[in-house]
Nanobody
Framework: QVQLVESGGGLVQPGGSLRLSCVGS????????VGWFRQAPGKEREGVAS????????NHRDSVKDRFIISRDNTKKTVYLQMNNLKPEDTATYYC???????????????????????YGPGTPVTVSS
């Protein structure tokens, strides 16, 4: 059974930083492209960043470029999302997802749903507030 687990969310002041982590069980993340998406209350889900299995292809949504960085450590089978200079509009629940090949760039441009996402975790909440 494949399970993804996110961690690292919490409450942070505007301008602060958080690092989210994603690990898997029943699956070796190092073999898969992975993305982070988020959903804020009352808003649609949106892809934030994606990274291929080797890390050679990386995509970030325009609204988070220069603030968020997706990375992976395949020796630890973990994918990270470093979030810097957080803004109140970044408040959302963040999910990591195993992506289907060919959807890494689409993932951050439009919601790909089950066409592009194989599995995702229960999410970790991020609240940016003073």
């Amino acid at each position: 059974q494949v399970q993804l687990v996110e961690s690292g969310g919490g409450l942070v002041q505007p301008g602060g930083s958080l690092r989210l982590s994603c690990v898997g069980s029943g699956v070796s993340l190092d073999y898969h492209g992975v993305g982070w998406f988020r959903q804020a209350p009352g808003k649609e889900r949106e892809g934030v960043a994606s990274i291929s299995s080797t890390g050679r292809e990386i995509n970030h949504r325009d609204s988070v470029k220069d603030r968020f960085i997706i990375s992976r450590d395949n020796t630890k089978k973990t994918v990270y999302l470093q979030m810097n200079n957080l803004k109140p509009e970044d408040t959302a629940t963040y999910y990591c997802a195993i992506l289907r090949p060919g959807y890494y760039e689409d993932f951050i441009r439009r919601w790909v749903g089950s066409y592009g996402i194989e599995y995702y975790g229960p999410g970790t909440p991020v609240t940016v507030s003073s």
